[in-house]
């Protein structure tokens, strides 16, 4: 029974995912060049995000604040930043690596979101607190 259940949630996830209405354009990685954290850098460096988990974190979104990202999220020096097209509008985004991103509209409007795919919370390096 325990795998029938494993198999439905795997089937389920694939079934979301292939519906996504998210197309990355563009993404680029950045790496703040002013780290004096040794092992901070490391990580930075050795960050990587597919950008199928960036497709499935942008699948899950939840608004927060930019005061919920200030006081609950870390902001690390490391990002991924690109376009993508939702819903048939365009956004530039924002993802750091501390687990939110910011999206902005051709409007210039921004908003801060997290994910609420707990599978991708691996995907980085710290955690809500």
Not at 46 to 75: A, G, P, Q
Request: proline letters at 1%.
């Amino acid at each position: 029974m325990k795998n029938l259940f494993i198999v439905i949630a795997i089937l389920t996830s694939i079934a979301c995912t292939q519906d996504s209405d998210i197309k990355i354009i563009e993404v680029n990685k950045s790496v703040d060049e002013e780290i004096t954290n040794r092992a901070l850098k490391e990580a930075c460096e050795s960050w990587l995000i597919s950008k199928e988990n960036i497709e499935l974190f942008f699948n899950s979104l939840i608004s927060i604040t930019s005061e919920e990202v200030h006081y609950k999220y870390y902001n690390l020096p490391c990002s991924y930043d690109g376009n993508l097209i939702k819903d048939s509008q365009e956004f530039s985004f924002y993802l750091n690596a501390g687990g939110w991103v910011v999206l902005k509209g051709a409007d210039g409007n921004q908003s801060y979101y997290i994910s609420t795919n707990e599978e991708l919370n691996e995907v980085f390096l710290m955690e809500e607190e």
